[in-house]
C-alpha cells in the first residue's frame, strides 16, 4: 500500500495541474477572434463601457431590425449577402464581438452581453420592432439580451441550453461546473423572456448535442419555443440548406411579399 501512495500522489497532482489549466486558459478555448476583414457593407460602431463595437450594418425604410450575434469563430460579415436576400423588409445589424472583425477589447460572457445591450439600445432608437438572432455562441448572447430588453423575436440557431452542461458532456472527467467562469446559462435566463421564439436545430450536429437544444426549448413558458429540426446537415454545414433561412425569415415575417413588412 505504502508503495502506491506515491503513485496516487503523482496522479492527484496531475489532475489538479490540468485543472489549473484549463481553468486559466479556459476563454482561448471557447473564443476564436476572426481578423478585421472588408465587406461590402456598411459599419457603425457603438461605443459599449470602455470599447468600441463594430457592427455591419444594412438600414432599410421602416421600423423593422434584425440584430445577429455569431458563433465563437464566425466572421459574421460573411453572412451580410445571403441575409441581405434572405430578409429583405428588415434592415441588418451584425455584431462583431470584442476582439472580433475589427472590435476592441477581449471577449468575456459579461463584456459580450454588455455590448449587446449597448447595440440593442443604438437600434432601437431608430427601429420600433427589433428582433435579434444568435447562432451557436451567440444563442447565449441573444438569450440574455431578450431576457433584459424589449427584443420583438427571437430566432436561436443551434442553441444549448447552458455551456456548463455543454462542457460537461464532453469532459464528463473535469469538475467543469466548478472551473467554468462564462457559463451562458441560457435555460436559467429564458424563464425571463416572454416573447416568441425559434429554435433552429442541425439534425447531425456534431458539437452541440440535440438533447442540449432541446433542453432550452423546454426551459421556455409553454407554446412560446417553436423547433424546426433540418435534417442531412450538421452544426458548420446548416448554412448549407435553404430551409434554414427560409425557416427563420418565415417566423420574423421578413420576406419582401409579407404584409406586415
Not at 5 to 26: H, K, R, S
Not at 140 to 147: K, Y
Request: proline residues 6%; charged residues 20%.
Amino acid at each position: 500500500m505504502r508503495n502506491l501512495l506515491p503513485f496516487v500522489g503523482a496522479v492527484v497532482a496531475a489532475y489538479l495541474v490540468l485543472c489549473a489549466w484549463v481553468f486559466t486558459t479556459q476563454r482561448a478555448q471557447i473564443y476564436f477572434p476572426t481578423p478585421a476583414v472588408g465587406h461590402h457593407a456598411a459599419a457603425m460602431y457603438v461605443d459599449s463601457q470602455a470599447e468600441r463595437i463594430k457592427v455591419w450594418s444594412v438600414p432599410r425604410p421602416g421600423p423593422r431590425a434584425l440584430i445577429y450575434f455569431g458563433g465563437n469563430a464566425e466572421d459574421v460579415g460573411a453572412s451580410l449577402a445571403e441575409f441581405t436576400e434572405a430578409f429583405p423588409s428588415l434592415s441588418l445589424y451584425l455584431v462583431n464581438y470584442r476582439g472580433y472583425g475589427g472590435s476592441s477589447g477581449r471577449p468575456t460572457e459579461a463584456a459580450l452581453v454588455s455590448d449587446a445591450i449597448a447595440v440593442f439600445d443604438r437600434v432601437h432608437a431608430t427601429h420600433a420592432e427589433v428582433a435579434a438572432m444568435g447562432r451557436s455562441l451567440g444563442s447565449g448572447v441573444a438569450v440574455q439580451l431578450a431576457s433584459v430588453r424589449p427584443v420583438k423575436r427571437l430566432v436561436l440557431v443551434t442553441p444549448y441550453d447552458s455551456l456548463v452542461n455543454l462542457a460537461a458532456e464532453y469532459f464528463r472527467w473535469l469538475p467543469v461546473r466548478l472551473l467554468l467562469r462564462d457559463r451562458y446559462d441560457s435555460a436559467r435566463h429564458a424563464r425571463k423572456i416572454a416573447v416568441p421564439v425559434l429554435l433552429v436545430i442541425a439534425a447531425g450536429d456534431e458539437i452541440i448535442p440535440m438533447r442540449r437544444s432541446l433542453a432550452l426549448a423546454d426551459a421556455l413558458r409553454p407554446a412560446q419555443a417553436s423547433v424546426v429540426v433540418i435534417e442531412g446537415v450538421g452544426h458548420n454545414t446548416l448554412g448549407d440548406s435553404p430551409e434554414y433561412l427560409r425557416a427563420v425569415g418565415s417566423f420574423l415575417g421578413a420576406h419582401a411579399h409579407d404584409p406586415d413588412g
